[in-house]
């Protein structure tokens, strides 16, 4: 079923309770910029327990849904500009342009939703952080800077953030799969945390 049909069914009052709060996550599973979990959990904090009390459960349901109208417009706007390049002959989106069909953020608030994936993470203790790994420690103590300023970081915290992307991206081979499946996987959730601490410190993003 498409994300709206489901939605219908959130709201909709005969319905056992438990049930629209299963098509609430059947939403998320659907549209979840954060990951699945993270963005249960942003929808809690910013709407109350919805699992237990229903104008939560609705609020919650709007709050996902103004985000997702807001990722549509994004990637109309992206098509409008890509449109015209394509015109001036640009046939591939230059390397620094977000592409919005590729990589999902909080869209409407996207500063807010990297501060709650990386805090939920942390809380969780679901960043892979890998005992022995340099790259992994370094990237563990950006996340603590972003969260202790509340998004913004230091030139000296640039820095590192970016030598741990790329120290990262390095490790992410033809090779690395067929020879630690596991590991690549690792390395794939440490450029998702690395990605939220890029967001959160962005000093011009849209919606922050």
């Not at 939703?113 to 805090?119: D, I, R």
Request: with cysteine; hydrophobic share 45%; net charge positive.
């Amino acid at each position: 079923m498409s994300f709206n049909t489901i939605a219908r069914k959130v709201r909709d009052a005969e319905l056992p309770h438990g049930l629209r709060v299963a098509r609430l996550r059947s939403c998320v599973q659907l549209y979840r910029p954060i990951g699945f979990h993270a963005t249960l959990s942003l929808l809690e904090a910013k709407a109350g327990r919805f699992s237990r009390d229903e104008g939560a459960l609705l609020r919650a349901l709007g709050v996902l849904e103004a985000s997702r109208a807001a990722w549509h417009a994004e990637l109309r706007a992206f098509d409008e500009a890509r449109s015209a390049a394509k015109g001036q002959g640009e046939r591939r989106p230059r390397q620094a342009e977000r592409n919005p069909y590729r990589e999902l953020w909080w869209s409407g608030a996207p500063r807010e939703g990297a501060l709650h994936a990386l805090t939920f993470l942390v809380r969780r203790r679901w960043v892979p952080m890998t005992a022995g790994d340099p790259v992994a420690g370094d990237l563990e103590r950006c996340v603590a800077a972003c969260l202790a300023s509340g998004g913004p970081l230091g030139p000296e915290q640039h820095h590192l953030l970016a030598d741990c992307v790329r120290r990262l991206r390095e490790r992410q081979t033809p090779a690395a799969w067929a020879d630690d499946t596991a590991a690549f996987f690792r390395t794939q959730d440490l450029l998702r945390v690395a990605r939220h601490v890029e967001i959160a410190a962005a000093e011009c993003v849209s919606g922050a």
